[in-house]
Each structure stands twice: as structure tokens, then as C-alpha cells.
């Protein structure tokens, strides 16, 4: 299977797929497309692509030999777990870009796809599995677990820790809020160091609110009781 | 099999006017509360007591790691440079670095490679073990 990329600032390609996973700077936000699909998606949100970005499933290929016997059960869960993955994504790549015209373009055309663009890719995953070396791709390009293993692995980028914030917290109103800010923070590059995503996530929502509560009780009542003093 | 390429989701070459004048206007409020900030350090003296007072000394009697940060704000506002560090030098370093943090986490997703480098939990922890060292030892 052939994919195309889009990297710093431009798009590149076709790639083996197994080839991938050597890319510099290939994250799960990186857009993606191969033949098939009705438009470019962030990596880990493609069910060809989501294995190289699991933690869980590390050296083991979502395409692996045993989800061809795919159950209803099994294709209902990848279904749910894409379709929010993309809707997230998705939101995230505008987001960033911070474009009104992605905007508007998410909002009008996008709307309905998103929804139904990663059933027909999974359902799509299925058919190729279904049909072993694959005719669609011809050259009999296929992923190759034992290379995968070795190769080198991008990871899921590491959540905001807002130390910056924290830091200049407990410099300009130091409180048990800004030093708790300071230690979710430095939590959340410890778990990522260690590779739990889910806790490093949760640790940078903690510094964000902890971070938010220190100003709203750190310096508000303060600044108002100064001005009251004097 | 030959099917034409999709174009990209976010195709963008220039920014749209909205973007632009957003981020104008956001930097020009951004400058003026750095402005009245530093119009109000000018003309109070907290060594005389303008400025907030510190929770952590109020409650503990013991200086914090950012006590003498407003005190070192006038002085250097002042030109006192010399003044300014004898009052907070720990801030002399601690403002700069927060501030790269925070741009450098802005722009995680166009600069991944550097995030990751400073963000490392090595650094962190050597940030947290820095700072709890100055508060300790600036009480001794």
C-alpha cells in the first residue's frame, strides 16, 4: 500500500507503508492519504496507519494476522474509537492552523464526511485483508512485522506541560496552588518519559486548572486587598 | 487504482485578514498590559509597600522564590541593575527561561523536536530541584 504525506509544509510520497515509521518528524497529526480515501487525515486516525502510534500494540501491526477474522464486535469497537479520534483530530488541526478558512471548510464539507469517511475505512481495511497479497496493490508491497519491530518508532507527542506558566506562577505569586502547578507539570514529562500517555495527559489538565486556580485565587484577591490597604 | 490525489485539508498560502488582525490586535493588548505594568513599577516603590504582598511570607514569615521580584522590577526600571539582582537574582534567570518555555510550548506542533528537548523530564525535574534549592537556601 502506497501513502502520501504531508510534511513540512508540503506533500510527499508515495511511501511503502512499512517504510513509514522511519520518517523524521511523522506524528499522529500528520495528514495522511492513500488510495481510497475521500480526503487527508491525521495519521493515527487511519486504522492502516494507528498501529505505529499504540502504545499498546507495539510491535504488533493492527493489519495483524488475526483481525482478519474481523468480529462485529471487534469492527463495531474500531469503528467508535476512529470516528471520535477524528472528530478530535480533526478539531485539533483547525485548531492549530488556526484558519477560518479550515474553518469554514471543516464546517461546511466536512461535516457529513467526517462522519462516515473512517466506517468506509475500516470497512476498506477489511476488504484488503480479506483478500491476502491484495491485487489493489499490486506490486505486493506488504507491511512486514519483523522489519517494523526494529525499526525506530515515532511516538504520540508529549501534552503541554505549561511549565513556562508555572515557573513564573511561583516567581510572581507564590502559593501551595503555583507549587502544586509546578509538580503536575514536571509529572506530566515524567509519565510521558515513562510512556503512560493516559497519565500525562491527565497531569496537564491538572497543571492547566491548578495554573488557572492559582491566579484566580492567587493574585485577584490580592491585588484587591492591596488596593484596599493603600 | 489511478485516482487523483485529494488536495490537502488546509491548503493555505496566506493567512486570512481576520488571522492577521487578531493577532494585531491580541499583541497590541499584550504590549499595553506590559506597558501599564511597568508605568505602575515605575512610579510605586514596593519597598514601601505598593505592589501585592506575598501569601507564603504573610502566612510564614519565610521569603518565597519570588520575593523581591517587584522590589528588583523598580529597581530596574530605575536603571539599577546592581540593585535590582542584590533584591531577586533568582528572577534574572527564571523570567527568561518561563517565557521560552511558554512560546516554545505554543509552537510544539510546528517545532516537535525542540519541545521534546526541553521538555524532557530531566530538565523539569532539574527546574524543580533549582527552584526548591533557591527557596530553601535563600531562608538559611
Same mark, same amino acid.
Given at each position: 500500500?502506497?501513502?502520501?504525506?504531508?510534511?513540512?509544509?508540503?506533500?510527499?510520497?508515495?511511501?511503502?507503508?512499512?517504510?513509514?515509521?522511519?520518517?523524521?518528524?511523522?506524528?499522529?497529526?500528520?495528514?495522511?492519504?492513500?488510495?481510497?480515501?475521500?480526503?487527508?487525515?491525521?495519521?493515527?486516525?487511519?486504522?492502516?496507519?494507528?498501529?505505529?502510534?499504540?502504545?499498546?500494540?507495539?510491535?504488533?501491526?493492527?493489519?495483524?494476522?488475526?483481525?482478519?477474522?474481523?468480529?462485529?464486535?471487534?469492527?463495531?469497537?474500531?469503528?467508535?474509537?476512529?470516528?471520535?479520534?477524528?472528530?478530535?483530530?480533526?478539531?485539533?488541526?483547525?485548531?492549530?492552523?488556526?484558519?477560518?478558512?479550515?474553518?469554514?471548510?471543516?464546517?461546511?464539507?466536512?461535516?457529513?464526511?467526517?462522519?462516515?469517511?473512517?466506517?468506509?475505512?475500516?470497512?476498506?481495511?477489511?476488504?484488503?485483508?480479506?483478500?491476502?497479497?491484495?491485487?489493489?496493490?499490486?506490486?505486493?508491497?506488504?507491511?512486514?512485522?519483523?522489519?517494523?519491530?526494529?525499526?525506530?518508532?515515532?511516538?504520540?507527542?508529549?501534552?503541554?506541560?505549561?511549565?513556562?506558566?508555572?515557573?513564573?506562577?511561583?516567581?510572581?505569586?507564590?502559593?501551595?496552588?503555583?507549587?502544586?502547578?509546578?509538580?503536575?507539570?514536571?509529572?506530566?514529562?515524567?509519565?510521558?518519559?515513562?510512556?503512560?500517555?493516559?497519565?500525562?495527559?491527565?497531569?496537564?489538565?491538572?497543571?492547566?486548572?491548578?495554573?488557572?486556580?492559582?491566579?484566580?485565587?492567587?493574585?485577584?484577591?490580592?491585588?484587591?486587598?492591596?488596593?484596599?490597604?493603600? | 487504482?489511478?485516482?487523483?490525489?485529494?488536495?490537502?485539508?488546509?491548503?493555505?498560502?496566506?493567512?486570512? !485578514?481576520?488571522?492577521?488582525? @487578531?493577532?494585531?490586535?491580541?499583541?497590541?493588548?499584550?504590549? &499595553? %498590559?506590559?506597558? +501599564? /505594568?511597568? =508605568?505602575?513599577?515605575?512610579?510605586?516603590?514596593?519597598?514601601?509597600?505598593?505592589?501585592? !504582598?506575598?501569601?507564603?511570607? @504573610?502566612?510564614?514569615?519565610?521569603?518565597?522564590?519570588?520575593? &523581591? %521580584?517587584?522590589? +528588583? /522590577?523598580? =529597581?530596574?526600571?530605575?536603571?539599577?541593575?546592581?540593585?535590582?539582582?542584590?533584591?531577586?537574582?533568582?528572577?534574572?534567570? @527564571?523570567?527568561?527561561?518561563?517565557?521560552?518555555?511558554?512560546?516554545?510550548?505554543?509552537?510544539?506542533?510546528?517545532?516537535?523536536?525542540?519541545?521534546?528537548?526541553?521538555?524532557?523530564?530531566?530538565?523539569?525535574?532539574?527546574?524543580?530541584?533549582?527552584?526548591?534549592?533557591?527557596?530553601?537556601?535563600?531562608?538559611?
Amino acid at each position: 500500500m502506497k501513502v502520501w504525506l504531508y510534511l513540512n509544509g508540503q506533500q510527499q510520497g508515495p511511501f511503502n507503508v512499512e517504510d513509514i515509521v522511519d520518517i523524521p518528524g511523522l506524528t499522529e497529526e500528520t495528514l495522511a492519504w492513500y488510495e481510497g480515501l475521500p480526503k487527508w487525515y491525521p495519521a493515527g486516525t487511519l486504522p492502516e496507519l494507528k498501529y505505529l502510534f499504540d502504545k499498546e500494540t507495539l510491535g504488533q501491526p493492527a493489519s495483524g494476522g488475526q483481525t482478519t477474522t474481523s468480529d462485529d464486535a471487534e469492527v463495531g469497537q474500531v469503528i467508535e474509537n476512529t470516528e471520535n479520534a477524528v472528530v478530535t483530530d480533526l478539531a485539533e488541526v483547525t485548531e492549530t492552523t488556526g484558519e477560518t478558512e479550515a474553518a469554514q471548510c471543516a464546517g461546511t464539507d466536512g461535516h457529513a464526511e467526517r462522519h462516515t469517511a473512517p466506517e468506509e475505512n475500516v470497512a476498506e481495511a477489511g476488504d484488503t485483508l480479506a483478500e491476502e497479497p491484495s491485487a489493489e496493490t499490486g506490486d505486493g508491497v506488504y507491511y512486514n512485522p519483523a522489519a517494523a519491530a526494529v525499526a525506530p518508532r515515532p511516538r504520540p507527542a508529549c501534552p503541554p506541560s505549561y511549565i513556562g506558566w508555572s515557573v513564573f506562577l511561583i516567581v510572581c505569586c507564590c502559593s501551595p496552588f503555583s507549587l502544586a502547578a509546578l509538580i503536575a507539570s514536571v509529572c506530566v514529562s515524567s509519565f510521558y518519559a515513562r510512556g503512560d500517555m493516559a497519565r500525562a495527559r491527565k497531569a496537564s489538565e491538572w497543571a492547566a486548572w491548578l495554573i488557572m486556580v492559582t491566579i484566580a485565587l492567587g493574585i485577584i484577591p490580592v491585588a484587591l486587598m492591596s488596593a484596599l490597604m493603600n | 487504482m489511478t485516482r487523483r490525489i485529494p488536495p490537502l485539508l488546509t491548503p493555505h498560502r496566506h493567512p486570512s !485578514a481576520l488571522h492577521v488582525a @487578531a493577532a494585531v490586535v491580541a499583541a497590541l493588548l499584550l504590549l &499595553g %498590559a506590559l506597558a +501599564a /505594568l511597568a =508605568a505602575y513599577y515605575y512610579c510605586a516603590d514596593p519597598s514601601e509597600g505598593a505592589g501585592l !504582598a506575598c501569601t507564603f511570607k @504573610a502566612l510564614t514569615g519565610y521569603d518565597c522564590p519570588g520575593c &523581591g %521580584a517587584q522590589r +528588583a /522590577l523598580h =529597581a530596574l526600571l530605575h536603571g539599577q541593575p546592581a540593585q535590582a539582582w542584590r533584591f531577586n537574582p533568582f528572577i534574572f534567570f @527564571a523570567v527568561p527561561i518561563a517565557a521560552a518555555y511558554i512560546v516554545i510550548e505554543a509552537l510544539r506542533r510546528r517545532h516537535p523536536r525542540l519541545h521534546a528537548a526541553v521538555t524532557d523530564y530531566r530538565v523539569t525535574i532539574c527546574i524543580v530541584i533549582t527552584i526548591v534549592a533557591y527557596w530553601i537556601g535563600r531562608n538559611l
